[in-house]
């Protein structure tokens, strides 16, 4: 049984890492309300942005620019992102799992399939096992900036343009709520507007328009946009998805501690108790013994 100067260190202990869990939600929370307020401020711009690509594809024939032609996916690239830190319950497993099963599934569908890996967590999860890793990055979602993804989407767009790929994935943790997330898998490369787009006007079947200076020199600027746009929102729903789930283990975490300081009191006050029965009864056998 443990001494009361153990019951006492471990209360002790379990109250300091109650602290740093209820400082770590707070923290948590205040970062998790700036990146909805960055996805919000986002949001119109990258809808916007999706309309008018979808236009302009659904006017122009797939084989006229590089981002918008299908073909056989022999060698694609799944571009995962996950956090650099830990202590934020499953987010991080549910992404190496997801991408994992994805892997699993299209062994037979690609000749090759490679990974580009957006954080630490990911990059160490993966280079402990047998997959192709074809980049690494770094603290994308500590900082995350429409700078550092155009980057990644600039190198991703090259290599698809000169036939390196034939196709791009992006799995990452849609963020739904505070606490709740949803491990999605969406294609990046090529460019293929959404059949649900497509069905409501757009396309083909809406109205064309004269471009100045012509349609390609457009698409050019603007495909590569869009994609960088993507992966920019990419990162900002994994990293309000990321604060909601450290807010939310850290939480739990900080409730569990409670828990925990509430049964190793109650043991500390029995083995107490105990002690000073103990302690009474050897006074009262003393004194019966000197009678």
Known sequence: MATLKQIRRRIASTRSTQKITRAMKLVAAAKLRRAQMNMERAKPYAARIRDVIFDLAGHTERESHPLLAVREEKKALLVVITSDRGLCGAFNSNIVRRAERYLRDREGGHEEVSLALLGRKGRDYFRRRAYPIRREYMEV??????????????????EFVDGGLDAVYV?????????????????LLPIVPESDWA??????????????????????????????????????ESLAAEMGARMTAMENAT?????????????????????????????VGGAEAMR
Do not use: C, H, W
């Open 141 to 158: 979602l500590s900082a995350p900036s429409l700078e550092r993804a155009s980057e990644i989407g600039r190198e991703v767009t090259a």
């Open 171 to 187: 799995v990452y943790n849609e963020f739904k709520s505070a606490v709740a997330q949803q491990v999605v898998v969406e294609r």
């Open 199 to 236: 069905l409501a006007g757009g396309g083909a079947g809406g109205a064309d328009f004269e471009y100045e200076p012509s349609r390609r020199a457009i698409l050019d600027s603007v495909l590569p946009l869009y994609v960088n746009v993507r992966l920019y929102f990419a990162v900002l």
């Open 255 to 283: 409730a569990n501690a409670g828990e925990l300081i509430r049964v190793l009191t109650l043991q500390y006050n029995k083995a107490r108790q105990a002690a000073i029965t103990k302690e009474m009864l050897e006074i």
